[in-house]
């Protein structure tokens, strides 16, 4: 699993990398969020994940697992 930071860094690499990273391997990563309106937010961080690219799963205690194709 992904910190946050970790991710965040990932998608902004892949932000400046642009086309260079577009031709590489995407791989499904995944964080938990501390709820529904924070995984949407970190799912649209530029870049912006696609249609079929992110899928959240909600937790027990509240958190949503938010899974992300980069």
Same mark, same amino acid.
């Given at each position: 699993?992904l910190?946050e930071?970790? #991710?965040?860094?990932?998608?902004?690499?892949?932000q400046r990398? !642009?086309? /260079?990273?577009?031709?590489?391997?995407k791989?499904?990563? %995944?964080?938990?969020?501390?709820?529904?309106a924070?995984?949407? #937010?970190?799912i649209?961080l530029?870049?912006?994940?696609q249609? !079929?690219? /992110?899928a959240?799963?909600?937790?027990?205690d509240?958190? %949503?697992?938010t899974?992300?194709?980069?």
């Amino acid at each position: 699993m992904l910190t946050e930071q970790d #991710a965040a860094l990932l998608k902004q690499a892949l932000q400046r990398q !642009g086309a /260079a990273l577009a031709a590489a391997p995407k791989t499904w990563h %995944v964080i938990n969020r501390p709820n529904p309106a924070a995984a949407v #937010a970190f799912i649209n961080l530029p870049p912006a994940q696609q249609a !079929g690219e /992110a899928a959240y799963s909600n937790r027990s205690d509240g958190t %949503v697992d938010t899974y992300f194709f980069l």
